[in-house]
Nanobody, 119 residues
Framework: QVQVVESGGGLVQAGGSLRLSCTAS????????MAWYRQAPGKQREFVAT???????NYTDSVKGRFTLSRDNAQNTVYLQMNSLKPEDTAVYYC?????????????WGQGTAVTVSS
């Protein structure tokens, strides 16, 4: 079983920065993609950014140029550096990890970490 834990959320003023962390743990698993999603109050969960084991990254348009993914494959950890934060970035941020556990494909969500950006 693969477990995912996020951290790093908090309260920040507009224009500030936060770095979120997501770590996957377990045994005998391989990770393909590590992604971030977010869910603002009253809205559906939306894609933010994703990175593959090969290091490629994709971002939703609203965060391009402000958010940056980095990944430590040895630690099964992905970081989301968020700069120039805006009030509309306020949401619960969820990490999604997908890959293989033996011959079984899995996809696991973390519990989320809250980000609040004040104006």
């Amino acid at each position: 079983q693969v477990q995912v834990v996020e951290s790093g959320g908090g309260l920040v003023q507009a224009g500030g920065s936060l770095r979120l962390s997501c770590t996957a743990s377990g045994s005998g698993f391989a990770i393909n993609t590590m992604a971030w999603y977010r869910q603002a109050p009253g809205k559906q969960r939306e894609f933010v950014a994703t990175t593959t084991s090969g290091g490629s990254a994709n971002y939703t348009d609203s965060v391009k140029g402000r958010f940056t993914l980095s990944r430590d494959n040895a630690q099964n950890t992905v970081y989301l550096q968020m700069n120039s934060l805006k009030p509309e970035d306020t949401a619960v941020y969820y990490c999604n990890v997908a890959g293989r556990w033996g011959t079984i494909e899995y996809m696991t969500w973390g519990q989320g970490t809250a980000v609040t950006v004040s104006s």
